[in-house]
């Protein structure tokens, strides 16, 4: 079973300013999807940006994007120019393939973005 | 194009009663997941099915909790004979493949008393 690991609990950023948020995973498969999602205080989670693990290149959602390191095991999610709305609990998921297609979730990181 | 649907948002149950969610997939979609969020947590996988079909249940408990996601109508969770421990956020997911991304209602939130 995958592990996911992020490392940073909380995190603070002045609005329009860069954060990056970090996450490292444990996989025995070769191909496989990444994912960041968000979860605003309603609750909702909300798909951020994807990276399917057999491309090199990064994917970029508009302010998103990822430094995806595949040997290292690393997926970070970079947010430029930081909005308020973009305070929310942010997760890191995997998923596995093999028939299961299930997500891994991190434990999390809650980005606050300041006024 | 509604998004996926779960009801009810909140639902409350003592000790010992049955709980009943349900979640209607994204138009189009046939693959169905639950997940479970305790507070402060991430969510955990529970269970993977299609139309008629479990095909992945190792997140759930062997005993008291059921899914099913039948031909017709939305994808049941149900829980049995529920315990304070069961009181969590309950999330349900759909997407069209298992090689397309999941898309995720906005939970229900079950709290026992």
Redesign the interface.
């Known amino acids: 079973a995958q592990t996911?690991t992020q490392s940073q609990p909380e995190m603070s950023v002045q609005e329009a300013e860069t954060v990056t948020l970090s996450c490292t995973y444990d996989t025995s498969e070769s191909n496989y999807?990444l994912?960041w999602?968000k979860q605003p205080p309603?609750?909702?989670?909300?798909?951020v940006i994807?990276q399917e693990a057999y491309k090199q290149q990064n994917a970029t959602e508009n302010r998103f994007s990822v430094n995806f390191q595949k040997a290292a095991k690393s997926f970070s999610l970079k947010i430029s120019d930081s909005q308020l709305g973009d305070t929310a609990m942010y997760?890191c998921?995997p998923r596995e393939?093999g028939?299961?297609?299930?997500?891994?979730?991190?434990?999390?990181t809650k980005l606050t973005v300041n006024p | 194009n509604a998004g996926v649907m779960q009801n009810p948002r909140h639902l409350v149950r003592r000790r010992g009663q049955e709980a009943r969610l349900r979640c209607s997939p994204m138009k189009g979609h046939s693959?169905v997941?639950w997940?479970r969020q305790l507070p402060?947590?991430?969510?955990?996988?529970m269970v993977?099915l299609q139309k008629e079909n479990i095909?992945?249940e190792?997140?759930m408990p062997k005993e008291r909790f059921s899914a099913e996601f039948p031909k017709e109508g939305p994808s049941i969770l149900r829980i049995q004979q529920v315990v304070r421990g069961d009181s969590a956020?309950y999330?349900c997911?759909s997407?069209q493949g298992?090689a397309n991304?999941?898309?995720?209602g906005?939970?229900t939130?079950l709290t026992v008393v």
């Open positions: 996911v999807y994912f999602y309603s609750r909702q989670m909300i798909l994807r997760f998921a393939g028939g299961s297609e299930k997500l891994v979730f991190g434990k999390g | 693959h997941y997940y402060e947590e991430g969510l955990k996988f993977y095909i992945d190792s997140g956020a999330f997911a997407s298992s991304e999941a898309f995720f906005q939970g939130r």
